[in-house]
């Protein structure tokens, strides 16, 4: 008798074949048949997937989900989109290796840039498994609904190797602590190393990976390459010839070590739009020299959601604003923006950037949409942008962001949607390249602001029926045959006997990011927005039912595994 028996279903195994009726059975965590009639064969539990597709589990390479999974073991909502994988320490950031004296610095760091409450931090992440990146896999393993991948975080290993002084070039004696760390961490499991170019401390002074030269990732790259393992890293996306320089650079090291390299995120927008040709040449360019560099492309454009009670990253490169914005009470944020001298000088600084044509549109006040308020007097905004709504009342729209939040108490709430990519069929054209890795979701990252989460079913609305790039089986096969492949996951990816039985039933015709909202589900106060999914039926992972459309998050489902495989 089997476990479960998934019959009558279109099978798209994620190999970029063409789909077939059949049946999947699974036994003791793991497919045992595929393909093959099942009519007569007896399980625990049977599903019906008539109508439906069966796929492998969805892979998400680029999430934050680290400090989620310390109290989610469901990764919400992930799951219900299909992700049965996820990579966490990207952007050099991981729970471990962290020393006890660190860990409020970390944190801060940690939350400043991945824009978490500290509430939910501080509630979420109690660091039982001491300081090793080894005691947190064991920590975690048993608690897991998810599979997870985790990199170790290049900032963190400077961080435990150098203290405090992990803002300066490291002495011989540090860069070999740093290599024989990375490999303790390797050896447990880790699936490679994350890096950045750009991130900011609390301090607004680059990140610890930012202090290091070259020769220092060489070294650490010389490591990955005793395990094969990924080197990731987040590149200046908003500087076209950087991100070549950074292809390039990617290509040299892949070559030398022998390693896959990733980038992320590469967007079609107003910066990088004409350049992105350029981006995928030097791409091509590097594997045609025997490299393996891996842009990641989001599938969606971004959402980005935020009221004045709450630091937003958008906010950093405004004069005036991020001191106003990192204020530690409410009660200081009222008073700031109820102060005529300085929200006449927030409105300036605002002004000044939006000005600017080759500015970030993220900087345009007059393209915010009220999406939330919280006095009935108000509700006739909600929708409509800030400029629309400020011309009706004779103000401006820096102005009125401002006087309505203040009217609120700072719970009015704000969108600015299609930030990232915009061109639907130059990024289908992107996505379907053959060298780009369909990643950079940042889920679990930006709580309060970034509706991170539907890549997955974005894809398929949009670049398999609205805007078709790419066929049914070739979408399935890019997040979940090709990721699985490039970061080195050989157990999952494919619907194949012997494999680990990690399994999504969705609706070709359906499937798609749902509609957005607010949650409180965060331990701590605050809520964050999210996008909830439509069209995905069940979500088996290593054989055990984690989730269905009919039940929702499955208690007691705790069949994730942590590391490499």
Known sequence: MLDLIIRNGLIVDGTGLP??????????GRLVSVGRSLAHANAARIVDAAGKVVSPGFIDPHTHYDAQICFDPYVYPAMEHGVTSIVTGNCSLSLAPVRAPQREAFSEMFRLIEEMPK????????WRWGESFTGMVDSLSSNLAVNVAPLVGHSVLRMYVMGDNAKREATADELKQMCDVLRECLEAGATGLSTSYVDMDTSLSPVPSRWARHSELEALCSVLGEYGRMLQIVHEFFDAGLTVSRVEMLGDLSRRYNIPTTLSPLFHNDAMGSAVAQVLEAVEREWA??????????????????NLDQRSLMFLIIPGWWPVLSMSTHEEKMAAFSDPATRDSLVSGLNMLASIPSANLTLNPAQYVIRQVGLDRNQHMVGRTLGDVAAEVGTTPAELLIDLSVQEDLGTWFIRSDIGHKNPQAVGEMLAHPYVHVGA?????????FATYGDTGFLFSQFVRNHPAMRLEEAVKKITSDTASIWGLTDRGVLQEGKAADVVVFDADTIDRGPE???????????????????VQNVIVNGVESWSADQGYIAGARAGAIGIN
């Open 517 to 535: 909202e607010a949650s409180n589900d965060f331990p701590g106060d605050g809520i964050r927005w999210i996008r909830r999914q439509v069209g």
């Open 441 to 449: 979701s940042d889920g679990g990252a930006h709580v309060g602001s």
């Open 119 to 126: 509430a939910a931090f501080d509630s979420g992440v109690d």
């Open 289 to 306: 020299s025997g490299a393996r560099v891996w842009p990641q492309v989001q599938t969606r454009p971004i959402d980005i959601s935020w």
């Open 19 to 28: 789909g077939y009726r059949g049946d999947v059975g699974i036994s003791n």
